[in-house]
Every structure is written in structure tokens, then in C-alpha cells.
């Protein structure tokens, strides 16, 4: 059984969350401070844990940073919407993804789903040599990429990006990270190079702006999903 | 700033009103000369020295002297019409007359002058004092527009603050509406008691939304000063035991004992403002109460007041933040509220003429007490 456990300081949101994850059978343990946090992932670690960036005692970021000393437990913070600084240093602070409050149940299990299937990938680090995602193909190893068979020209540097994303399908890349990874460990900042990219790839993707493969998260960075398997809204 | 020239008069001037008294005073005394002592015109021309030495300073003194010696010799002393002096005697009138004429002309000049420096160091100093007082008043111009501008600041600090707060409010019961509902509507399988309990969820926290639209209604209500309570007779213990019951589900980890007489006097007061002050106080007891805590509310008649005390066992207010509580968007340590709820009692309260006050529980926790006007008893 897959153990959970919630943080937040909100009753009534514990109880919401923690219902939803019993039903689909996942094991679910809630605390509401972020010092009860970092106990119980010391004493009982989970398999995924669900934490809310504004709590009493520690700031939720600090609890990230915290545990990432010790742990690799999959972390997917929950956050206010209108705090894109706040996510991306959840992220840079070891955060796997973040869910913007209000979110609807089926949005919080896809994102603990995919940091779950992450953490089983990071156990296994044998690198595939083809990436799929939906129905796009990363072929590493020769360099091409297919969207439904179709064969599908890139520059290097947009090969670089979609590999990077396919690498972790599903998840938030911030734009930090996809600069440095793509670009080199001097880049950081700019992520405007990555506007252009990722409009240049969702053209060569043939994305569809409602269901698309390369989504943005304004202000925080990109992921790659199957918009065959998100769960609506 | 100007400095005034040293003093002196005006010289030239001096000297011709000098003369022009002395010719004057010459001629008046023309047709008596004969018949007065030398002592008379010698008197009379000394005040053509003076004039002089008032208004020309020294030099016009001196200078107007010797022109009313001449004068004194040519005009009063025989023979008249000439320089000459034959007696002895009218030689020592003409040189006491020259010595005492000068003296007197020198020492009247000197006490002008000193006059006239007196003036002009007041003059320099009332114009240093005025320069002053431009600086000064330029500077509390300057010091007000300060203040004017921090006073905007601060309100804009405020609006920001109020809206960073509401939209938090606003959001966290949304955010546990919209999990549950979403979550019912894709159709999970839940057993008959968790339903129940999520659907509770989602109608406490409608109401919690309901609470917090309230509170904002008030708060611009405060802002637009229309605040004025609608008056009536208000028994406290049943607006207590109602408004405990609709918060039930405020209540699930505390338990609330309600203390209050039937025979309490009856409070003057507006039913609905009463009623959002002890639900904001229940509402933060709530928050504040450790599971399987108490939370009390009791009210008694005191020093002709109706005194309601809210009591919690939580961490209570530490003696620095007793104040600042009843300050809008003021939280306590690690409150989860908005500080908004506290701010809307105080105003309320104080609109009612009444008192607000935060105390310790005995044991620990807060104890929020509110002193409200009774209702006269009109005996029929």
C-alpha cells in the first residue's frame, strides 16, 4: 500500500485530500505543522508527501529544504495561486511538483501519480534509449523524434529540451532548470530563450493550445504531458 | 541677508537743517538783541547744534557749531556784523558758548548714533528672526507633505495587505469546496459516513466563506464610517446559544460550554453586530483551541455593564501583542486567520460604546472580554 502523508494546517482540507487518497487506497497519515512533518517522515517515511507551503510553525519551503538533507521522498507542495516565486523556490528546494490551491482531487492524485512513477524511474537508472511520452518518441540514441509516427525535424537545442522533458514526463522543469541543463550551468535567468523554443516546438508538435503536449506553467517553467492521459479537470 | 551701513545719519542733511535753524533762530532774536542777556541767543543757537547732531551725526554737529559760533559773534555780540570782539568777557561767552555748543552737539550725535545702531542691530535681528521663521514653517511644510505621503503609503500598504489577506481567505475554504466537490463529482466510491463527512466539509466551509463576506461587509462599512448600531434589547444567552449552534461544526476537536443566566440584564445593542462579534470571538477560540480543549463563554452583569467573556485553553497572547491584536490584518504567531475578525469586534464593540479587552485563562489561553451597555429598564 502506497503511504501519503498530508500536511496542511487546515482541517476541513486534511480531511478532503485524506478521504479522496483512502478511497483510491493509498495508506494516509495528516499532520498540521511543519516540525510534525519533518518527524514523521524521519520516523514513518512515506512514499509521497503532499505539503502545503503556508504553515504555522516552519514555512513550507524551509520543511522542502529540511528534509532533503536526509530523504528523497517524492515531495508535491500545495500552494496559493499568485506565488509563482514561491513554487519555483519550493522546486529549486527539492519540491518534485506543486498543486496551485484550488485544485480539483483528480489534479492532486496526477501529480502524486507522477512523482510516485518518478521516484521508481530515479531507482532505476539504466537511461532508455527511447522516451515516450504520449504519443511522441525520443529516440536518444539516433537523435529523432516522432509524434505519432510522424517524423519530426528539430535544432539540436530543441532536441535537447524535448529530451529533457520526456526524460520526466508529467513534472514541472523550471526554467532555472532547463537552462542549465540545455544551455549550460552560466544560464539561469533567461528564460525568454525558452519562450521561444517551447513556441517553436508546440509548432513542429502540432499542439493543440487546449490539450497540449508542451505545457506552460506561467512563471514557473514547462512540462510534458499525454493529453490522452490527464485527467480532466 | 543685508547688512545695514554704520551708522552717522545723513550728514549733509544734518548740516543744513542745523544752519537753517540757526539762520532762523538768528533772525527771531534780531530785533530783541539788545535787550536780552548773551545768555538767550547762545540757548537758542545751541538747538541748531542739536538738530544737527541728531540728525547728521557728529561731524555735522561739530561742522554747525562753529557756523553758530560765527553766528553767535556776528549777530549778538557788538559790534555786530563783524568778527571782531572787543570785551573780554563776550570773548570767554563766545569760547564757552563754542565749547559748550560742541559738547553738547557731540554728546546729542553720539546718542543718536547709538540710537540708530540699536535700531539697526533690532532691524537685523528681526530680519534674521524672519528668515528663521520661513525656514521653519518651509520645513514643517515639508515635514507634513512627509507625512501626508508615509500616511498614503501606509494606507497603500494596508489595501495590498487587505487584499493579499482576503484572497487567502477567500481561497483556503474554496480550495477544500472544490477538492471535495470535484472529487464527488468524478464519481469516487466512498462509503455512506465518509460521504456525510466530506458533504459536512463542504457546507461548514460555505458557511466559513459566508462568515468571512460578512466580516468584509463590516470592515467597509467601518471604512465608510457607517457603523451606527440599530438599537434594540438583545438577550445575550439566547444570541449565544444560537449562534454556538451554528457553529457546531467549528467545534469538532473542542468542546463549548456555554455559562450564561437567564436572568443576565438585556443588552443595548444591534442583534446582528452582537451576533458577528461573538462569532468572530467563537470563531477564534476555535482556531486557537487544542483538541479536546474547552472553550467557555460566560456573561455577567458588572459595574452596570454586561460583561461577556469568550475563554480558550490555546497558547494565548503574549502581553507585547495584546494591543496589536484588535489591529486589522494582525494575526497572532502562526494564526491562521486573515486579522481582520478582531479588528471588526473592536470597532463593533466601541461603536456600541462598550470595551474590548484580551486577558490570560487561568491555566492558559485567551480570554477575550467584552463589555456591553445594558438595555434601561423601562418600568411601565
Known amino acids: ?233 | 541677508m543685508k547688512r545695514l551701513p554704520p551708522t552717522g545719519g545723513a550728514p549733509l542733511l544734518g548740516i543744513a537743517l542745523g544752519t537753517a535753524t540757526v539762520v532762523v533762530a538768528s533772525a527771531a532774536l534780531l530785533p530783541v538783541r539788545t535787550h536780552v542777556t548773551r545768555a538767550t541767543p547762545a540757548l537758542v543757537l545751541v538747538l541748531g547744534v542739536v538738530v544737527a547732531g541728531v540728525v547728521g551725526g557728529s561731524v555735522g554737529a561739530a561742522l554747525v557749531a562753529l557756523v553758530a559760533a560765527a553766528a553767535y559773534n556776528l549777530v549778538f555780540i557788538p559790534p555786530f556784523w563783524t568778527f571782531k570782539v572787543n570785551v573780554a568777557d563776550d570773548w570767554v561767552a563766545l569760547a564757552v558758548f563754542l565749547v559748550v555748543a560742541l559738547a553738547m552737539g557731540l554728546l546729542v550725535a553720539g546718542q543718536a548714533e547709538r540710537r540708530r545702531a540699536a535700531e539697526a542691530r533690532e532691524a537685523e535681528l528681526r530680519a534674521l528672526y524672519d528668515h528663521l521663521r520661513a525656514m521653519a514653517e518651509e520645513r514643517e511644510q515639508l515635514a507634513e507633505e512627509a507625512t501626508r505621503a508615509q500616511v498614503l503609503e501606509r494606507v497603500d500598504e494596508q489595501r495590498a495587505a487587505l487584499l493579499r489577506s482576503v484572497s487567502h481567505d477567500l481561497r483556503t475554504p474554496l480550495a477544500s469546496i472544490r477538492a471535495v466537490a470535484s472529487d464527488l463529482r468524478d464519481g469516487t466510491a466512498y462509503d455512506e459516513e465518509t460521504r456525510t463527512e466530506l458533504l459536512e466539509t463542504v457546507c461548514d466551509e460555505a458557511e466559513r466563506l459566508d462568515r468571512i463576506v460578512a466580516n468584509l461587509l463590516s470592515l467597509s462599512r467601518i471604512e465608510a464610517g457607517a457603523l451606527t448600531p440599530d438599537r434594540q434589547a438583545v438577550a445575550l444567552d439566547e444570541l449565544v446559544t444560537d449562534r454556538v449552534r451554528r457553529l457546531g461544526g467549528l467545534f469538532r476537536q473542542a468542546r463549548v460550554q456555554v455559562d450564561i443566566p437567564p436572568d443576565l440584564p438585556l443588552v443595548d445593542g444591534d442583534y446582528t453586530q452582537l451576533d458577528q462579534v461573538v462569532t468572530n470571538l467563537l470563531e477564534n477560540a476555535a482556531r486557537h483551541a487544542p483538541p479536546a480543549s474547552l472553550v467557555r463563554v460566560s456573561a455577567e452583569e458588572r459595574n452596570g455593564m454586561v460583561e461577556l467573556r469568550v475563554s480558550d485553553e490555546g497558547i494565548g497572547v503574549p502581553d507585547w501583542e495584546r494591543r496589536r491584536i484588535f489591529e486589522a490584518f494582525r494575526k497572532g504567531e502562526g494564526s491562521r486567520s486573515s486579522g481582520v475578525g478582531l479588528a471588526i469586534c473592536k470597532a463593533i464593540v466601541e461603536a456600541h460604546g462598550g470595551t474590548i479587552d484580551v486577558d490570560r485563562t487561568p491555566g492558559g489561553g485567551a480570554t477575550f472580554v467584552v463589555c456591553l451597555p445594558m438595555r434601561e429598564v423601562r418600568t411601565p
Do not use: N
Open chain 1, 1 to 233: 500500500m502506497t503511504r501519503v502523508l498530508v500536511i496542511d494546517d487546515e482541517p476541513a482540507l486534511l480531511r478532503a485530500v485524506s478521504a479522496a487518497l483512502k478511497a483510491r487506497d493509498y495508506d494516509v497519515a495528516t499532520v498540521g505543522t511543519g516540525q510534525a512533518a519533518i518527524d514523521a517522515i524521519a520516523l514513518t517515511p512515506p512514499d509521497v508527501v503532499v505539503l502545503d507551503l503556508g504553515l504555522p510553525d516552519l514555512d513550507g519551503i524551509e520543511v522542502c529544504r529540511r528534509v532533503r538533507e536526509w530523504s528523497d521522498v517524492p515531495i508535491v507542495v500545495l500552494s496559493a495561486e499568485g506565488s509563482e516565486e514561491r513554487k519555483v523556490l519550493a522546486l529549486d528546494q527539492g519540491a518534485d511538483d506543486y498543486v496551485t490551491k484550488p485544485f480539483s482531487t483528480a489534479e492532486l492524485l496526477a501529480r502524486i501519480r507522477v512523482a510516485l512513477r518518478h521516484r521508481k524511474h530515479v531507482a532505476s537508472p539504466e537511461d532508455d534509449a527511447v522516451l515516450r511520452v504520449g504519443d511522441i518518441e525520443v529516440d536518444l540514441a539516433r537523435h529523432v523524434v516522432e509524434v505519432g509516427g510522424r517524423k519530426v525535424e528539430l535544432t539540436p537545442k530543441e532536441f535537447a529540451f524535448l529530451a529533457l522533458l520526456a526524460r520526466w514526463p508529467g513534472r514541472v522543469l523550471t526554467h532555472r532548470t532547463i537552462l542549465q541543463e540545455v544551455w549550460g550551468p552560466e544560464y539561469g535567468s533567461e528564460s525568454q530563450y525558452l519562450r521561444v523554443y517551447a513556441s517553436q516546438l508546440r509548432k513542429k508538435l502540432d499542439d493543440d493550445p487546449v490539450h497540449p503536449r508542451l505545457v506552460t506553467e506561467p512563471g514557473v517553467g514547462y512540462r510534458l504531458v499525454d493529453p490522452a492521459a490527464e485527467a480532466p479537470d
